[in-house]
């Protein structure tokens, strides 16, 4: 079965940086978009940002442009994100998950892993 297994998170102080991977099993990684979407407490659950399966497209939320940057490497099947100048409002559950394209929904998502920033 497919998983995809988040890393990275942890608690870090406002302004530092953090670095999330997800490596992806029993998936045509390839062919898949990935993405990193989150859920804060108390409010429903965003796109952070979105690569297309070669690389080519990504996506960001307004929230993440020009702090945090999406990569993948298709040989090792995984994605990552990388988080700068992180705010106390970007504490959330950050999920990884694959579609078969940037602008649909999700077919699958991992378990999630807990990114705390402290002010």
């Known amino acids: 079965q497919v998983q995809l297994v988040e890393s990275g998170g942890g608690l870090v102080t406002a302004g530092g940086s953090l670095r999330l991977s997800c490596a992806a099993s029993a998936l045509t990684f390839s062919t898949y978009a990935m993405g990193w979407f989150r859920q804060a407490p108390g409010k429903e659950r965003e796109l952070v940002a979105v690569?297309?399966?070669?690389?080519?497209?990504?996506r960001y939320a307004d929230s993440a442009k020009g702090r945090f940057t999406i990569s993948r490497d298709n040989a090792k099947s995984s994605v990552a994100l990388q988080m700068n100048s992180l705010n106390d409002e970007d504490t959330a559950i950050y999920y990884c998950a694959a579609s078969v394209s940037t602008g649909v929904s999700p077919r699958y998502w991992g378990q999630g892993t807990q990114v705390t920033v402290s002010s």
């Open positions: 690569i297309s399966n070669g690389s080519k497209t990504t």
